[in-house]
Antibody, heavy 118, light 111 residues
Framework: QIQLVQSGTEVKKPGASVKISCKAS????????MHWVRQAPGQGLEWMGI?????????RYAQNYQGRVTMTRDTSTGTVYMQLNSLRPEDTAVYYC???????????WGQGTLVTVS | EIVLTQIPLSSPVTLGQPASISCRSS???????????LSWLQQRPGQPPRLLIY???NRFSGVPDRFSGSGAGTDFTLKISRVEAEDVGVYYC?????????FGQGTKVEI
């Protein structure tokens, strides 16, 4: 079955960087876009960006994260990555990867990765 | 950017009774291809979001038929015909018609 398995909890100091992985199984990573969404404690969902399925590795990021975020993919291992730099306490959140179906909805989600910046 | 506004933000419900959540968009969600990319997500406590409904009214695989979606243009509704205990959580509408994708604020459904 289709699964997205993310890397584990991270604790970082302000100013540091974090790189989260999201490993896909049950389908070919190279056929689907992947989004990243974050959720601050007790808050709603916030879209961060998207990475394309093909070798062009096209990415688009939310304006709030431009210059601080980088999304990459390794099709050989079926893994996508999201790196966020210059971390601030307000970046404390659960970060999710979510697959975009062919019809644009987010059909499968990772379990989430808690990042604490303190 | 499209803003989605959900009403209510909190919904006390009674087991076995219906529940309804509204989602209003700041712009029409009809895409140039004719589709409306409005979906509904459920987030149970401590869990990641889960897709319930896509393109207004299509139930995702494994979603019970007590969940239904309706609407058009800028106004959409998620209905639960008979609330069960496992339905407790936060529900989000989400649009992917226009870039960037955006979410409603969430509606907390509690018994």
């Amino acid at each position: 079955q289709i699964q997205l398995v993310q890397s584990g909890t991270e604790v970082k100091k302000p100013g540091a960087s974090v790189k989260i992985s999201c490993k896909a199984s049950g389908y070919s990573l190279s056929n689907y876009y992947m989004h990243w969404v974050r959720q601050a404690p007790g808050q709603g969902l916030e879209w961060m960006g998207i990475i394309s399925p093909n070798d062009a590795d096209t990415t688009r990021y939310a304006q709030n994260y431009q210059g601080r975020v980088t999304m990459t993919r390794d099709t050989s291992t079926g893994t996508v990555y999201m790196q966020l730099n210059s971390l601030r306490p307000e970046d404390t959140a659960v970060y999710y990867c979510a697959r975009a179906s062919e019809e644009q909805h987010f059909d499968y989600w990772g379990q989430g990765t808690l990042v604490t910046v303190s | 950017e499209i803003v989605l506004t959900q009403i209510p933000l909190s919904s006390p419900v009674t087991l076995g009774q219906p529940a309804s959540i509204s989602c209003r968009s700041s712009q029409s969600l009809v895409h140039s291809d004719g589709n409306t990319y409005l979906s509904w997500l459920q987030q149970r406590p401590g869990q990641p979001p889960r897709l319930l409904i896509y393109k207004i009214s299509n139930r995702f695989s494994g979603v019970p038929d007590r969940f239904s979606g309706s609407g058009a243009g800028t106004d959409f509704t998620l209905k639960i015909s008979r609330v069960e205990a496992e339905d407790v959580g936060v529900y989000y509408c989400m649009q992917a018609t226009q870039f960037p994708p955006s979410f409603g604020q969430g509606t907390k459904v509690e018994i």
